[in-house]
């Protein structure tokens, strides 16, 4: 089924429904909504977009990203949702990768792709948009639940960014967990996208759209602590998606105001380690408001969920335990906590976190041997470690592919450490993370000189903000004579990582 036909069928039953608003202000109704979306899938079938054909999206949070993305599948193509804060270098990388046909581009971001890449651009917004949300509309293409949806691109150990298959099916699937095993969803709900659409928060945006919520984008079009209040307290109940990040952000900015989170429903927080402290503090202030998830790409946000109850809980013996854990298997997976040959393992010992069901992907795109050694016999093999107890809560006990989360972000110290070694001084280089109190953390690269080279943090910086995003290049250069290794040659980022509180960094990027 063409996941298209949630937005159709709500339409027919809510047109008047209030449906799209920037900043508090309606955009469109439901009626509005698909029919914007249905003239933009003819636009893009005059264009030449056949079915199952890859059109990207590559822009900040908007109320047309909704109508893009739904444009998409209605034409029966499917979308690539690109984050805008990469380099237009690594944008450009993933729309070559997914053969996109078209991008659909924010004003600022679009300038900047066209200076590298030449797949053929419409300003998401702009006035070809909106001539073409403005015709004669079609009917949704027929699509199979196995037909891809959504390429959604991360990247892997190697670096290079691969594309997650999501397909119809996959989406369904994720969406009729929300309101199973976080949140339920109601017409008088809305959902604040201060987090990227082209994550996570879009990843939600069906649910709500079948259930004919409101979705509210803040003007500003990202995350600003204090927006986020404003826009609940007038326009809630709200739920929203944030990393733990944000959450610390938006808890620091309502105590200064002496804001008690009027308007928020739900925050459903996700994406990277949550400090204990961090969330006890939030329950103390907002009520229990907050509903934990653990997932992937390969299993988008439907692995494991710790429900409000669950996390505002204090009279259960191990509650502090449960609370540092992820929740429970989702409705519609398994979860396994697995040895090296993918057996189960006793409750409380660490092994690799395994995964299999319905929303999880039944592959990487156009990459049969990363494929076959994520997915085995069916089950997702996740890369995370971590162990589950008799009760089944899951907790996380390291990330093996050693990713960074900064913000939010995944950051995968591969991809930095090969820019830094573009450089000719650099004769080695190590990328790790260090604990970050306003963005969980951040990120360090060590690293050594050539022989009778000098290096220079300055040149380093500039160099690596030519070619990958700022949000991944380093907060700090560490100029360090030698790594330390293990007997077969791999650095030992455990030691670096223990070095960065023994003393003063050798410059902080700016």
């Not at 089950?379 to 009760?391: A, K, Q, S």
């Amino acid at each position: 089924m063409n996941l298209a036909l949630w937005l159709e069928r709500t339409a027919a039953a809510r047109g008047a429904q209030p449906a799209l608003l920037s900043g508090g202000r309606v955009v469109a109704d439901y009626a509005g909504f698909h029919a914007r979306s249905a003239a933009l899938a003819r636009a893009l079938t005059g264009r030449g977009i056949e079915p199952g054909a890859r059109v990207a999206i590559l822009s900040g949070n908007c109320p047309e990203y909704l109508i893009a993305l739904h444009g998409i599948w209605i034409a029966g193509a499917a979308a690539v949702p690109v984050n805008a804060r990469l380099h237009a270098r690594e944008a450009a990388f993933i729309l070559s990768d997914a053969g996109a046909a078209l991008v659909l581009a924010g004003a600022r971001e679009g300038a900047a792709l066209a200076e590298v890449c030449c797949v053929p651009q419409m300003e998401l917004g702009g006035a070809a948009f909106a001539a073409a949300t403005a015709g004669e509309g079609m009917a949704a293409v027929e699509r199979a639940a196995e037909d891809l949806a959504w390429l959604f691109y991360t990247s892997g150990t190697t670096g290079r960014p691969k594309g997650v298959c999501i397909t119809h099916g996959m989406l369904a699937a994720t969406a009729l967990c929300y309101p199973v095993d976080v949140d339920p969803v109601t017409a008088a709900d809305a959902a604040l996208y201060a987090a990227p659409m082209s994550h996570g928060a879009g990843l939600y945006a069906p649910i709500h759209v079948r259930m004919g919520a409101r979705h509210l984008v803040p003007a500003s079009g990202g995350f600003d602590a204090g927006e986020v209040l404003d826009l609940a307290a007038a326009h809630g109940p709200v739920s929203m998606f944030l990393a733990p990040t944000m959450v610390r952000r938006l808890l620091d900015a309502a105590a200064a105001r002496g804001s008690w989170g009027e308007g928020i429903r739900t925050v459903v927080y996700g994406g990277g380690p949550m400090y204990l402290a961090d969330i006890e503090e939030a329950v103390a202030r907002f009520g229990p408001k907050f509903v934990q998830i653990y997932g992937q790409g390969e299993c988008p946000m439907a692995i494991t969920a710790l429900s409000r109850a669950e996390v505002a809980d204090r009279s259960h013996p191990r509650w502090r335990d449960r609370l540092a854990s992820v929740g429970r298997a989702q409705s519609l997976v398994e979860v396994r906590v697995g040895d090296a040959a993918g057996r189960p393992l006793p409750a409380g010992e660490a092994g690799e976190i395994m995964v299999r069901g319905a929303p999880v992907m039944p592959g990487y795109w156009n990459a049969p041997e990363a494929t076959a050694k994520t997915l085995r016999e069916g089950w997702l093999m996740t890369g995370d470690v971590g162990r589950l107890d008799g009760d089944g809560y899951l907790t996380l006990v390291d990330r093996s592919k050693d990713v960074i989360i900064s913000g939010g972000s995944n950051v995968y110290p591969r991809e930095v450490e090969e820019v830094l070694l573009m450089r000719a001084e650099v004769h080695e280089a190590a990328v790790v993370g260090r604990p970050s109190a306003e963005w969980g953390e951040e990120v360090v690269a060590f690293v050594v000189p050539a022989p009778g080279a000098a290096v220079e943090p300055a040149a380093l910086d500039a160099h690596c903000l030519g070619r990958i995003a700022r949000f991944k290049r380093p907060k700090a250069y560490v100029v360090v004579p030698a790594l330390p290794k293990n007997n077969y040659g791999k650095v030992l980022k455990t030691e670096l990582r223990r070095s960065l509180g023994d003393g003063p960094l050798d410059r902080e990027a700016t």
